[in-house]
């Protein structure tokens, strides 16, 4: 089941997320990523200006696997990572 997508801040090391926690901070929220399966861009159009000169976004985008730092004996869950253009505007779906 997807659900919306919520807001999100996100660590990266050498330009892959690696850690990242969903706001407003709930104690289920911190998560530690344990793979990064999959890398893509995503380019839409936006009614409003925008750095892209045709008026629309970029998108970077993982498909990562991660687990709940206070339990990291459950098996992880399956989310997307999506990264707007322009910096710390992030978004998160959890895919399991």
Request: charged fraction near 30%.
């Amino acid at each position: 089941m997807v659900r919306s997508p919520s807001p999100v801040q996100v660590r990266c090391v050498d330009g892959d997320p690696v850690e990242f926690h969903r706001r407003p901070n709930r104690r289920d929220s911190h998560y530690l990523v344990t793979e990064v399966q999959e890398r893509w861009i995503e380019e839409s159009r936006w009614p409003f200006r925008s750095v892209m000169p045709v008026g629309g976004d970029r998108c970077r985008c993982w498909r990562v696997l991660a687990r709940r730092s206070d339990e990291p004996h459950l098996p992880p869950g399956e989310f997307v990572l999506r990264m707007r253009s322009g910096p710390g505007v992030w978004d998160l779906r959890w895919l399991t």
